[in-house]
């Protein structure tokens, strides 16, 4: 099984969807993440948010360089809005 989270404009500051689980597994049925949207959510660029380059580096090894670069595009109207001097900068 596999996922696309679409969570553009939900006011998101953070996102954990391996907190009971590994990359890429979501949950402990299997279902892996395949595809993430986040455009337009004031993002807190911590190391909770580690997990999306190592989701990244999954996506390259697994399915290829093309799919990667879909990943990342996907990800680059994401953007850190709250961290300490660093507001605006692009998450990937």
């Given at each position: ?16 969807p ?19 949207s ?15 380059n ?39």
């Open positions: 099984k596999l996922l696309h989270l679409h969570l553009d404009d939900n006011l998101l500051q953070t996102l954990e391996f907190a009971h689980s590994q990359v890429p597994y979501v949950n402990s049925h299997g279902t892996t993440l395949h595809g993430l986040l455009s337009n959510n004031p993002l807190d660029c911590d190391c909770r948010l580690a997990w999306i190592h989701w990244l580096q999954y996506i390259r090894r697994t399915y290829g360089q093309d799919v990667y670069e879909e990943r990342r595009q996907q990800l680059r109207d994401a953007q850190c809005r709250t961290v300490k001097n660093f507001s605006n900068l692009f998450l990937v």
